[in-house]
């Protein structure tokens, strides 16, 4: 048997190289891919604590968790859409409209 | 000793693949990675008895939110993008964060204790399908949220929607 | 409700009726509501009046108006024989004047307005004479204060009417404010605002003295003077008789319901409802007593130079006032309310009649250029003349008996009262100058003023000649109750000073020792007086009109200086008026004003402006930014559930 441990040091490994993603890329994609990793990282640890405590609840809130996840996703590429076409270009560095 | 192999072979492919997605140049390659990474953990959540989460993890993530992604890139100039700076001029500061954050959780788990076992075991889920356990508390314990989650679907259907498309000029 | 908590209330409604619809709904109508209020207000305190000569004394509360800690303050009536006869005397003359009003406001713009503050001026008079504690007094003192601002400025666009109606509310606010204090004092040494138990714990503190800056100061004299304060300032005695020449600018019926008969007398009716406080301190009544003689003789001495009848009017309005404190002064408060209730009819009736010479006159003021109105306007002249020979004192008329009365308790009563009795007599002299100088100039001789207006003469209509007959039935007749039984026994009546009898149960007997003869003399002295001010004047103004116009040639500087009231206005207006004006527009607005609050209301958003500008240099545009604060705060989060 797979200790729980080692499920929650996956998730939050992959839950810091998510953050290290969204802190330091200057490409506004990537920085998204990067919060569905950190989202990925936290369904790990709530699927793992689900099968361990043999609870449906976790599973339950992952559902919800990849719902919200797809929902926020689209408007989110919606919205660098709309960056697109206003600024032509897909760093973020470089959009400092909101300086102030 | 086998399910500690399979484990051992899935946690060192996701880290690796979450690592390539994020440190690639070329955003389509980082795109690719995270669908082999989607792979990995829908494998997982089979290997934790949940197959449904499975299911829904490779066709939503996978499927749907990746080929969006993959739609919007195609906007990029590629060949631009390929000769841009990838980290932004601060970078060792997020690193420091990043690692800070992983040692904290790290000592979080051994203070956080353990919660009570709940109803739902191997064998009960295994007698009706996962699905229809899924399902069954879905539907009665969780209708409220799952009524407001089909909400929030609408909503960003019309927001996306409204946020990205043309205007007509007149 | 009983019948006699309508009388004050029957004219509240009326004024609440006139002043919300009369302009609509009544148009020029609008004096109906009022007239019928006052009227039936009338008729009640005349049943009131027979109740109280049978006997009767109403204390009740109506209903309690603050109930605050150690306070307790109703809304309550005391109906007396000292309040039974002023509910008389202002309900008649407010009668008398509403109807006079109906003929004299015919036409002006502000009919309605009119009636509806005459109605609120009648219901604050009579709160404040049916008053049974100090704070009801006080408001009924302020509200009628209130009303004569409001009729003094009647006619507010005209820039002299509007500065007279607030000079007599300033002036007013003076007296008012040692006025406050003295309840204030009351109230903090009986702990009560109730009469009764005021006046009869009285006695209790008669050795009293607290400490005042130093100096230790009787408490009941101290009391004493700070009531009489407020009686100054109302009663327009000096230094603060300033406001009632003035007032004159409000319409003539406002000058005689409020500045004859009603709200002066306020003053009086106040220090006589406080006989119990007065009549503890000597030092008190001393300056009750001189005031009202040296304002007396003073006044005298200004009215029998001016020209405009109306104010020579209101000067010997101050004069009378003067007559009543010095009554009251001596310890004789039957005496002063006696004259009260006779002056208010012969002086309403002047005023009355001094308005229906203006009618005829189409606003003229100046007696030099009236003169012959008596074949004009024979109902006014006969009325004026007999309310000249009232105040003049001539025997048999109301004014004789309230005039003997206090020459002679001011006579008998100490020695203080013999300096003042010597005041008084030489005022009367003066009065009956004066009053007879206005007759002659207005109504004999030839008439002096221009063609137009000599064809405009002609007498008043019946809504204003009715009221001044009914007047001079009083100014006439009023008297007879309270004739000296010195008179009464010549003529077989026992007890013939029914009116000192009838109030002696709330003011008591005045104390003072006298012989018949004594009494004799100061009457026949008192009638020569008169009878030599009425020939002075008939020699001065009939027979050898040269005379006083050589008298003024000679006396200039005398005359310029009575002529200018004795310059006690530009007095005021160089010590208080222009310092204060000077004050305020240099240290109210230029310094509290301008820089303190101005640059607490500027300086405060100009300091969260500045605020702003330092926080906003947190809000960068760097997304990345905003990320690593974000992911700092997760971290501050986790680390804090850890420990």
């Known amino acids: 048997m797979v200790p729980l441990e080692w499920y929650i040091y996956l998730s939050a490994v992959v839950f810091a190289i998510g953050v290290f993603g969204f802190l330091t890329r200057r490409n506004i994609i990537i920085m998204f891919m990067s919060i569905e990793l950190m989202l990925n990282a936290v369904n790990i640890s709530l699927i793992s604590f689900s099968h361990y405590l043999q609870d449906l609840r976790g599973q339950v809130l992952t559902f919800f968790v990849i719902t919200v996840a797809a929902a926020e996703a689209a408007i989110g590429l919606a919205i660098i859409i709309a960056l697109f076409r206003n600024k032509a270009t897909a760093h973020v560095d470089e959009v400092t409209e909101m300086k102030g | 000793m086998l399910p500690k192999v399979f484990f051992a072979y899935f946690s060192v492919m996701i880290t690796i693949l979450s690592l390539l997605v994020i440190t690639r140049r070329n955003p389509v390659h980082s795109i690719l990675f995270m669908l082999g990474l989607f792979f990995h953990i829908a494998a997982l959540y089979v290997f934790l008895n949940a197959e449904f989460i499975a299911a829904i993890q490779v066709i939503v993530y996978a499927g749907a939110i990746l080929v969006l992604f993959l739609f919007v890139v195609m906007m990029l100039n590629l060949r631009e993008e390929m000769l841009e700076r990838r980290y932004i001029g601060a970078w060792p500061v997020g690193a420091l964060l990043s690692v800070t954050i992983l040692f904290s959780l790290f000592s979080a788990l051994k203070v956080i204790p353990q919660g009570p076992a709940g109803r739902y075991g191997i064998e009960a889920i295994k007698s009706e399908t996962h699905t229809a356990a899924l399902g069954k508390i879905l539907y009665t314990e969780y209708l409220f949220p799952f009524e407001v989650a089909s909400v929030v679907l609408l909503v960003a259907i019309i927001g996306a929607i409204v946020l990205a498309k043309k205007r007509i000029k007149t | ?643």
């Open chain 3, 1 to 643: 409700m009983k019948l006699y908590q309508l009388i004050p209330f029957l004219p509240l409604a009326a004024f609440v009726v006139n002043i919300l619809l009369g302009k609509r709904l009544f148009g020029k109508q609008a004096h109906w509501p009022a007239v019928l209020a006052v009227v039936a207000s009338w008729v009640i305190s005349v049943i009131t009046m027979r109740d109280v000569i049978g006997g009767a004394v109403i204390n009740e509360d109506l209903y309690t108006w603050v109930l605050s800690a150690g306070l307790r303050v109703p809304v309550g009536f005391l109906i007396d024989p000292l309040t039974a006869v002023m509910l008389i005397v202002v309900t008649t003359v407010s009668s008398l004047v509403h109807i006079y009003s109906i003929g004299y406001m015919h036409g002006d713009k502000g009919y309605y307005r009119f009636f509806s503050y005459l109605s609120l001026f009648t219901f604050s008079m009579l709160m404040l004479v049916m008053s049974n504690n100090f704070l009801q007094l006080y408001f009924g003192w302020e509200a009628v204060g209130l009303c004569s601002y409001f009729l003094i400025g009647f006619w507010y666009e005209k820039k002299s009417a509007s500065d007279a109606g607030k000079k007599a509310f300033i002036v007013n606010r003076f007296g008012d404010f040692g006025f406050g204090l003295g309840v204030i004092m009351i109230f903090l040494t009986f702990g009560t605002l109730y009469y009764q138990p005021v006046f009869d714990g009285m006695g209790g503190i008669a050795e009293r003295s607290i400490n005042v800056l130093g100096y230790d100061v009787n408490l009941v004299t101290l009391i004493a003077l700070l009531l009489f304060c407020g009686a100054v300032g109302k009663s327009a005695q000096m230094p603060l008789h300033v406001w009632l020449p003035d007032a004159m600018e409000g319409p003539t019926p406002v000058s005689a319901l409020i500045h004859a008969a009603t709200m002066v007398t306020a003053g009086v009716f106040m220090v006589v409802r406080c006989n119990a406080i007065f009549s503890l301190s000597h030092t008190a009544m001393n300056v009750v007593a001189i005031t009202g003689g040296v304002t007396a003789l003073f006044a005298a001495t200004i009215a029998l130079v001016q020209n405009d009848i109306k104010r020579i009017v209101a000067y010997s309005t101050i004069s009378q006032l003067g007559y009543m404190f010095l009554a009251t002064g001596v310890g004789a408060y039957a005496a002063g309310i006696f004259h009260l209730y006779t002056h208010a009819f012969f002086k309403a009736l002047l005023f009355l009649g001094a308005g229906s010479v203006m009618h005829a006159m189409a606003g003229e003021l100046n007696i030099q250029k009236m003169g012959g109105l008596k074949k004009y306007m024979p109902w006014t002249y006969w009325t004026f003349l007999l309310a000249s020979l009232s105040i003049a004192g001539v025997p048999g008329l109301a004014g004789f008996f309230s005039k003997d009365e206090i020459l002679w308790r001011a006579y008998s009563g100490g020695p203080t009262g013999r300096f003042i009795w010597v005041l008084a007599t030489a005022t009367a002299i003066l009065t009956a100058f004066y009053s007879f100088r206005v007759v002659f100039l207005a109504f004999h001789g030839k008439f002096r003023g221009t063609h137009e207006q000599e064809h405009h003469l002609h007498e008043s209509p019946k809504a204003m000649t009715i009221p001044l007959a009914l007047l001079a039935i009083g100014a006439v007749a009023a008297g007879w109750v309270g004739i000296p039984p010195l008179v009464g026994e010549m003529f077989g009546v026992e007890h013939s000073d029914w009116f000192g009898e009838f109030l002696a149960p709330v003011v008591g007997h005045p104390h003072g020792e006298g012989t018949h003869g004594e009494e004799w003399m100061v009457m026949f002295i008192s009638i020569i007086g008169g009878l030599l001010g009425i020939g002075a004047a008939a020699l001065f103004y009939l027979k050898r009109t040269d005379i006083p116009v050589r008298l003024g040639s000679v006396f200039r500087a005398p005359y310029r200086v009575l002529w200018n009231k004795y310059y006690v206005d530009e007095l005021y207006s160089r010590i208080i008026v222009r310092p204060t004006f000077w004050i305020a527009k240099n240290v109210i607005v230029a310094v509290t004003d301008g820089k303190i609050i101005e640059g607490i209301v500027n300086g405060v958003p100009k300091a969260i402006g500045g605020f702003g500008e330092v926080l906003r240099r947190v809000q960068t545009g760097f997304v990345h930014h905003y990320a690593i604060v974000m992911a700092l705060g997760l971290l501050a989060i986790t680390l804090a559930l850890l420990w």
